[in-house]
């Protein structure tokens, strides 16, 4: 135990060291650090169940109990978010009063859903498609959507159906984006709320098994398939709702929709799924 | 730590004979003063607790109704519950990295 924690320090040491000789503090690697988080993360969960297929983590719970596939398989042959993706289509290029439209705003008639979310070196915050979506708005004199449900769910709804299969590759190039990524990183694993509880103790620690009537989803993949046709909401919400109902459950106050904490855990949870495809919009229970 | 237990059972001890000592409306509002200072300290820290405000808001209402008894009973659960949360900040912001699953 002594010697590992010796040869630890020593490595460590050495790794300290040579950063310091090799490169001048401005020229840190910070996706280097980045990518050795997430092969981590994912090698936790390869090694949790080992039988699921890497690209099985986009489809939730389901990648993780058999029964509830076939269900959630039957549900998804009439999906009941293709209303949903109708609507925001027509929102997409509804014009506004100044004759643009959403349209106006996003390159790729919309399918962009691959780009988001990024850390924007200049503003140095995190930008996710839900607040692109409203600050083209703004920018055109219209009001924001309001947040977590509606016409912003409907909209990145549509704009997720149309870029299916794009990658996700979310990068850290910064000092800035760094720390929004440890952010995102503190929160995810903080104990927090009334139930002292984290993110992770329930989607990594106690993924896969029970809680009350529900099953816990690996929070490999989290991110992939939002916004979400959620039976119990009886509508379609984005992420950001997600995370306020988890939040709330454990008897933590919510943050709002795009918040700055919720972005930056968006942000966190999105880079642990690199290699992975978006696949939204999804149905859950 | 040691100054909100003591005033919470300063509170506790005197809850009936107050009003002999001291103007009877000015401990309850001491108290949900005192809460709404810890509450806003723990909601800078985004640690604040889901039911917080609500027990603040009616130990308002329980205190207009002229029920002291009740409204420093919630205005002392919300106390402890910003005051737990700070705590909660506190230790989560030294340990989130040793809570990491391997």
Redesign the interface.
């Known amino acids: 135990m002594k010697k590992t924690i010796q040869r630890r320090l020593l490595t460590g040491a050495l790794v300290l060291m040579t950063a310091l000789v090799t490169k001048p503090a401005h020229a840190v690697n910070y996706q280097a650090l980045v990518d050795a988080d997430v092969k981590k993360f994912q090698g936790y969960f390869r090694k949790e169940f080992p039988d699921v297929k890497f690209e099985d983590y986009g489809d939730g719970v389901y990648a993780l109990d058999e029964d509830a596939r076939k269900q959630w398989k039957e549900m998804e042959e009439f999906p009941p978010y293709e209303l949903d993706v109708e609507a925001g289509k027509a929102l997409f290029n509804k014009p506004f009063a100044n004759g643009k439209s959403l349209a106006s705003c996003f390159p790729n008639g919309g399918a962009v859903r691959g780009n988001y979310p990024y850390f924007d070196e200049k503003r140095k915050q995190v930008v996710t498609l839900e607040m692109a979506i409203n600050e083209c708005r703004v920018a055109n004199g219209e009001k924001p959507y309001p947040g977590f449900k509606g016409d912003l769910a409907k909209v990145s709804a549509y704009m997720a159906y149309i870029s299916r299969g794009q990658k996700i590759d979310v990068k850290v190039k910064s000092a800035a984006a760094y720390k929004a990524y440890m952010k995102g990183k503190a929160f995810f694993y903080g104990k927090r709320g009334q139930l002292n509880m984290s993110c992770s103790g329930c989607h990594m620690e106690y993924a896969g098994r029970h809680l009350r009537a529900e099953i816990m989803s690996p929070a490999l993949g989290h991110t992939t398939h939002f916004p979400v046709f959620r039976s119990k909401w009886g509508e379609i919400g984005t992420l950001h709702k997600r995370y306020e109902g988890c939040n709330d459950n454990i008897g933590a106050k919510p943050f709002e929709e795009q918040s700055e904490e919720y972005r930056d855990l968006e942000f966190f949870q999105t880079i642990m799924s690199n290699g992975l495809k978006f696949n939204g919009p999804a149905a859950r229970k | 730590m040691k100054k909100v237990l003591l005033l919470l059972s300063m509170v506790a001890l005197m809850p009936s004979g107050a009003g002999v000592l001291a103007a009877p409306a000015a401990a309850a509002p001491g108290l949900i003063e005192q809460a709404e200072a810890a509450r806003k300290e723990a909601?800078a820290l985004?640690?604040?607790?889901?039911?917080?405000?609500k027990l603040i808001k009616s130990a308002k209402e329980a205190l207009d109704k002229g029920q002291k008894e009740e409204s420093d009973k919630l205005a002392s659960l919300a106390l402890l519950?910003s005051k737990a949360a700070i705590a909660?900040a506190k230790s989560?912001?030294k340990n989130?990295?040793m809570?990491?699953?391997?």
């Open positions: 909601d985004g640690f604040e607790w889901r039911d917080t405000s519950q909660q989560t912001a989130w990295k809570m990491i699953p391997k």
